[in-house]
């Protein structure tokens, strides 16, 4: 093994893959990328993830509690953050949550497609 290089246990890569895979512009929860890295009801490990994996370039902001709120608690500079990068790319953040129906990362692909914005 190369000096430096570490492995990403498989969980970790179906779980980091996800993440990367989320489109700027919209927002899906931690259980969402759970079950889309085939691993349902391991939404926590989803977050411990994101907080272990901070050196890589990961849209962390997109991603968000099951009811849409922004995790960090309201006014810390994390919160602040997260709401700013969300913002910039269009979504809409009020009272620390985003409406889901409208800037959610969508499963069925016509209904992503076909949109109303």
Known sequence: MKSGYSKI???????L????AIPCGRVTSYGEIAARAGLPRRARMVGRILGEYTAMKLPW???LRSDGRIAFARGSAGYREQRALLMAEGV????GRVDLSRF??????????????
Do not use: T
Not at 92 to 95: D, L
Not at 107 to 115: G, I, N, Q, S
């Open 104 to 117: 959610g990362w969508q499963r069925d692909l016509d209904a992503e497609l076909w949109r109303m914005a």
């Open 17 to 20: 893959r996800v993440i990367r």
């Open 61 to 63: 902001q997109r991603v």
């Open 9 to 15: 246990a498989p969980e970790h890569d179906a779980i």
């Open 92 to 95: 809409v953040v009020r009272g």
